[in-house]
């Protein structure tokens, strides 16, 4: 599938990206100036706020499809969701600016997204909501560029409505966890866009909702189960070590 860059006035707003709010003021155009909506001076100070994605568009309305975020340790956010039938992201600096933004058609009425951060480098994971197939597109920051690389295929699912999930870790790996099987789900170690090691445990056919969440300083990687074998759900939690392995 083809990724379309977005034109800077696609947006709505120029290439600052940014708007603030606070006390009914109003930001000015012109940095450090702003202004009430009746136009008197303010001595009231702007709370900023990040647009993120394009404002005069609304998500697609299909929950659980919620947007993606994540942001790099040098402040740059990537924000991601789905459009209808398109999935669309962008990327501001750490002084909000947009400094790329793109779509792709995914053919789909809706997608489940994760965005993750390793060092300097995006990784966009979408799931079509008919699909059994995880894609990930790669966004590398390098002195204020942003390239991409993809779409590509992350992983397979057991069926269209399996679960996943993605978090970041370090500098260098993050996590991936899904349903793999009908009884089976995969917890993988992912450098770059390939699992350089994985871990599986059962589940029954009715799993019904897998999170994942890794933790760089106590190199623990926890995985959130909610497990319906009989109708009443039943939650739990595994801890992983980064390998991983049980721990």
């Given at each position: 599938a083809a990724v379309s860059p977005i034109a800077p006035s696609d947006h709505g707003f120029g290439l600052?990206?940014?708007?603030?709010?606070?006390?009914?003021?109003?930001a000015s155009a012109c940095p450090g100036a702003y202004a009430e909506p009746g136009g008197g001076v303010s001595a009231a100070q702007p709370v900023r706020e990040r647009l993120g994605l394009i404002p005069e568009e609304p998500i697609t309305a299909s929950a659980p499809y919620t947007p993606g975020l994540a942001v790099t340790s040098s402040g740059y956010v990537c924000t991601a969701a789905g459009?209808?039938?398109?999935?669309?992201?962008?990327?501001?600096?750490?002084?909000?600016?947009?400094?790329?933004?793109?779509?792709?058609?995914?053919?789909?009425?809706?997608?489940?997204?994760?965005?993750?951060?390793?060092?300097?480098?995006?990784?966009?994971?979408?799931?079509?909501?008919?699909?059994?197939?995880?894609?990930?597109?790669?966004?590398?920051?390098?002195?204020?560029?942003?390239?991409?690389?993809?779409?590509?295929?992350?992983?397979?699912?057991?069926?269209?409505?399996?679960?996943?999930?993605?978090?970041?870790?370090?500098?260098?790996?993050?996590?991936?966890?899904?349903?793999?099987?009908?009884?089976?789900?995969?917890?993988?170690?992912?450098?770059?866009?390939?699992a350089s090691s994985t871990a599986t445990f059962a589940s029954t056919n009715n799993l019904t909702y897998l999170s994942?969440?890794?933790?760089?300083?106590?190199?623990?990687?926890?995985?959130?189960v909610v497990d319906d074998p009989a109708g009443t759900p039943a939650p739990a939690f595994r801890v992983y070590t980064a390998t991983p392995t049980l721990s």
């Open positions: 600052a990206g940014s708007r603030f709010s606070g006390g009914g003021v109003i459009f209808g039938s398109e999935l669309r992201f962008q990327v501001e600096s750490p002084s909000a600016a947009i400094v790329y933004s793109a779509r792709i058609t995914t053919s789909s009425a809706g997608s489940v997204v994760r965005v993750v951060a390793v060092g300097s480098v995006f990784y966009i994971c979408y799931q079509r909501s008919t699909s059994t197939t995880v894609n990930v597109i790669t966004l590398t920051v390098s002195g204020g560029v942003v390239t991409l690389s993809g779409p590509g295929t992350l992983a397979t699912l057991n069926n269209a409505s399996s679960t996943w999930d993605a978090s970041s870790y370090d500098g260098t790996n993050w996590f991936l966890v899904y349903q793999s099987g009908a009884t089976t789900v995969t917890v993988a170690k992912m450098t770059g866009t390939t994942v969440w890794a933790d760089p300083v106590t190199a623990r990687v926890w995985v959130g």
